[in-house]
């Protein structure tokens, strides 16, 4: 995995209150890395501090092995998670300016702003005022900005807020598009279904601390507890008489169970099968939303 973003032993504080400590992780070339953490966590710092909006009290920020200067800083996208567009301009006249910025010249900002609004389903409503639309308008008004000048990273802080489902997938195809162009693209959200479908990797933040990162499927696989799922003819509440086994769940012929560390998951099968047909006995894999719970305990 070649990291491009990288963060090393970053700390910042607030007066007295620390909200990071030594939060080290790597974002790489062409992956979606999913950034979660409860509310004041410290994802918006972390973010703010690889943007430059705040500065580190130690550790550093590297992309591609250097320090990062402001003229890089302009090769990134970023999408704050407060909106920071001008609500009397309209959606057109806000992403070719924001293009501008990022130094593309008129025309290419008019080219690279028109396909976007049609990509993220704006073109319609790309001349209408941004006060005068919905939160996932100019939710989605605000993703065409950081797109607009082709970012070599992006940085986006919950970028599917407001969004409804149609329009969250519409964001997911295209942050998935950009990714695969080799676009590193670090997101945060609360939405853990979002995040575990669309990340590669996995970044879980909490009390300033980084308590797990990874790629994906490596944590679901570190974190999966000795679950089974067993499916019977017949009623499964049998299994909670096995000696090593907690029920979890029952539902008529189906029964989650936890093992302990020293019990035999083919005994339990044996057990099953003795009493008739097993349809089914399987182990469960966590969902992000059970790791991220079990991190934070």
Known sequence: MTSVLRLDGVDRSFGDR??????????AAGRMTGF????????????????????????RVTWRGERLTRETRRRF?????????????TAREQVVYL?????????????????????????????DL???????????????AALVHDPEVLVLDEPFSGLDPLAVDTVVDVLRERAATGV??????????????????????????????GRRDELRAAYTLPRFELVVDGDAGWVRD????????????????????DTDDQAVLRAALARGPVRAFRPVTPSLAEIFREVNQ
Do not use: W
């Open 18 to 27: 620390q909200v990071l400590r030594n939060v080290s992780f790597e974002v």
């Open 184 to 213: 590193p693209v670090l997101f945060s959200s609360h939405q853990l279904d979002v995040v575990e479908r669309l990340c590669d990797d996995l970044v879980i933040i909490a009390d300033g601390r980084i308590r797990a990162a």
């Open 242 to 261: 096995q000696p090593g086994v907690t029920l979890v769940d029952l539902d008529g012929a189906r029964a989650v169970v936890d093992l302990t560390a």
């Open 36 to 59: 979660v953490g409860g509310n004041g966590a410290g994802k918006t710092t972390t973010m703010r501090i690889v943007l430059g909006v705040l500065a580190a009290d130690a550790g």
């Open 130 to 144: 941004l006060e005068t639309l919905s939160l996932g308008n100019q939710q989605r008004a605000q993703i065409a």
């Open 77 to 89: 996208g970023y999408m704050p998670e407060e909106r920071g567009l001008y609500p009397k301009m």
């Open 99 to 127: 293009g501008r910025l990022h130094g593309l010249d008129p025309a290419a900002a008019r080219r690279h702003t028109d396909a976007l609004l049609d990509r993220v389903g704006l073109a319609e409503r790309g001349d």
